[in-house]
């Protein structure tokens, strides 16, 4: 999906999952700014999560596998969801590091 400028980019985790610790790692490594959402820290968060986790499609090949589905990133609220934080390509790490307009 294509969009002008990103205004929001947020990390859906926990500190739990064994992938975590790579993914925000790799965020930080390649200048990734993002506002951090622990899924195991409070109801809101998990909530928040929950919502694109059962009615998102980029979820759909999961549902329904046991796999939570974390680390993952929301960009404009959904308007993009990744789930493969470790595999994004050179494409995706550039739109991610311009064209925005917070500071995570």
């Not at 195991?40 to 059962?54: C, G, Q, S, V």
């Not at 680390?71 to 590091?97: A, C, F, H, Y």
């Amino acid at each position: 999906m294509e969009f002008e400028r990103i205004e929001k980019i947020e990390l859906f985790f926990s500190p739990h999952c064994p992938d975590t610790e790579a993914a925000v790692k790799f965020l930080k490594e390649k200048g990734i700014p993002y506002d951090e959402y622990n899924i195991t820290a409070n109801m809101p968060n998990l909530k928040k999560y929950l919502e694109y986790r059962d009615l998102h499609p980029a979820f759909d090949p999961i549902r329904g596998t046991q796999t939570v589905g974390i680390p993952m990133l929301s960009i404009n609220e959904g308007q993009v969801v990744l789930l493969d934080i470790l595999g994004m390509d050179g494409e995706w790490i550039e739109k991610l590091t311009e064209n925005r307009s917070f500071h995570g």
